[in-house]
Each structure stands twice: as structure tokens, then as C-alpha cells.
């Protein structure tokens, strides 16, 4: 397998095969992200993507249940292209059960109808998106590149062509400056998408990222914990999306929080409650990126 720099991954696919089809981010303006920022983005030749793919299949063939398609935007390669490579891993891997990729909005507006349509088809059955907040002003601090609108029309579009969303946000991301509109804001885009998935980082301290300096000059200020509480309190308070699987497990983040919207809402806030009165929240110590 021909890895090229770090790899990184959603969470919920540490049991994955990952293999790059990319390499880095095409973007790769956000300035609180580190991923890709030692790498220059390129579309890996798909007969060295395939090569992976045997390789795997030789190693660990019936083992494979889920396969991520890296690095951190996947989705633009050419649909003709990802479609061969879907049909190739459905084929290779018998117990094959999922298969998703990082997708930013950018590469889900570029792409028509028809054709996320035949990469659903073709099995790919979930995109990862990058929301990190719904308000404006914060997306345009962190140089999202993209405005809360064109967030909205991609997840729906999304949607509607039968592909599962998954959204991530981040806690903090407007500093103790702009908790509540990155909470209320945040909430609304949610409502507005209704995402089969939605999870929570937490914006952490890091020397390497272009955030760095508004952190370290004030501008930025981070959150403690009982603002993180604060600020989820908020988003939950005005988040109307029934069904979307909620997370908050990072390991960034200071209270580990789960539950499926609507429903689970009164509880999350009683437990957000009890976090709040015992103090009970994950050492600074144990946090990570
Ligand atoms: S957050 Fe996503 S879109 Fe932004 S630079 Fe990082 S990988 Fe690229």
C-alpha cells in the first residue's frame, strides 16, 4: 500500500481500509486545519489506486467490511473515474458493507444531480462534509471558501440524490467572541440540511495552524469548558432535525455527548445539566487533535 504523508480519517472509520485516491486537500485554506498543509494536492493515477486495492484484497480480502476512499476531498476526483473505482472494490472485497469519503462543498455543488446519482449507485453511500459552522462571519474568519448558503444547497443536494450526510462542526470555532451565533447559526444550518449524522470537535490550541495567531493575540478567544457547555446548550436548544444521529465523542472534545434529534434533546440538555453542576468534564491532559 503506497501511503503519502499522514493519513487522516473520520472517527467512525477506525475499522476502515483507507486507501488515497487523493493526495492533501484542494482547498486547503482553513486556518484551523493542519491535515494536509505539508502536502501539494494531487489525484493519485487510478491504476496505482486500483494496485492498493489488490494488495488489500490479497492481505485482508473477506476481513473488509468498510472502506474510506482519502485524502481530504475525495469527492472531486471525475465521477467516471470514482465509478470504476466503486465498481472495482464492490467486486473485490465479498463482505464489502459501506463505502464513504471526505466531500467538501465545493465538490458536491460541482457535481450534477445525475452524477452523485450514479455514485450512489455505484455504492458510494456516504459523504463526510465539513460544516464547522453555520454562521457567516466565522466561516469567513476561518476561510471556509464556501458561505453558509452553498453549505445548505450541498447537504440537501446530497440528500436528495440518496447519498448520507455527515456533518462535522466545531465547538468554538467563533471563540467566546461569537458563542452564540456560532451555536444558534450553526443550528439552523443543521435544521436546514437534516443530516443522517452530525458531530462535534473542539476548536484546541495548535502552534501549527494559521488560527494560531488570532488565538494567541486575543482576537480568538478559546473556549473553557462550561463555554463549550454553554455553547452546546445553545445549538441544542435550536437544532430542529428529527432523526440525525447526533455525536459529540471526539477526542477533542470536553463532554462526551450522544443521542438521535429530536428525541434525545431534553436528556442531552439534563445531562449537559449534571456535566455542568459535578464538573465532570475530560482533562485538558487527555485531549487530542
Ligand atoms: S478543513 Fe477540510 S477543506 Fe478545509 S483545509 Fe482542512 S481538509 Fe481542506
Known amino acids: 500500500m503506497q501511503y503519502e504523508g499522514t493519513v487522516y480519517r473520520p472517527p467512525s472509520e477506525a475499522r476502515s481500509l483507507i486507501v488515497q485516491v487523493t493526495v492533501g486537500c484542494a482547498h486547503n485554506t482553513c486556518t484551523f486545519c493542519t491535515m494536509y498543509k505539508d502536502k501539494k494536492f494531487k489525484v493519485r493515477p487510478i491504476e496505482d489506486v486500483l494496485a492498493d486495492f489488490d494488495e488489500a484484497a490479497m492481505l485482508y480480502g473477506g476481513h473488509i467490511r468498510r472502506i474510506f476512499l482519502a485524502d481530504g476531498d475525495a469527492l472531486i476526483v471525475k465521477t467516471d473515474i470514482l465509478v470504476q473505482i466503486l465498481n472495482y472494490i464492490w467486486k473485490k472485497f465479498p463482505n464489502l458493507e459501506r463505502v464513504t469519503a471526505y466531500g467538501t462543498t465545493q465538490d458536491i455543488l460541482h457535481k450534477s444531480e445525475n452524477e452523485l446519482k450514479c455514485l450512489k449507485e455505484a455504492g458510494l453511500d456516504m459523504v463526510y462534509m465539513g460544516i464547522e459552522s453555520g454562521d457567516p462571519q466565522v466561516l469567513k474568519d476561518v476561510k471556509k471558501g464556501v458561505t453558509r448558503e452553498q453549505m445548505i444547497e450541498a447537504g440537501q443536494k446530497l440528500k436528495s440524490c440518496g447519498i448520507l450526510c455527515s456533518a462535522t462542526l466545531i465547538s468554538g470555532l467563533g471563540g467566546r467572541q461569537r458563542l452564540r451565533e456560532h451555536a444558534v447559526a450553526s443550528a439552523t444550518l443543521i435544521s436546514a440540511i437534516k443530516p443522517d449524522y452530525v458531530g462535534f470537535l473542539t476548536l484546541m490550541m495548535d502552534r501549527e495552524a494559521p488560527i494560531y495567531s488570532r488565538i494567541v493575540s486575543g482576537e480568538l478567544e478559546l473556549l473553557n469548558p462550561e463555554d463549550v457547555v454553554e455553547e452546546m446548550k445553545l445549538f441544542l436548544q435550536n437544532v430542529d ?31 449537559l445539566d449534571q456535566v455542568e453542576q459535578q464538573g465532570k468534564y475530560r482533562e485538558e491532559r487527555w485531549r487530542r487533535f
Open 241 to 271: 432535525s428529527d432523526g440525525t444521529v447526533f455525536r459529540s465523542n471526539h477526542a477533542s472534545n470536553y463532554v462526551i455527548l450522544k443521542g438521535t434529534l429530536n428525541e434525545d434533546i431534553p436528556s442531552m440538555l439534563d445531562y
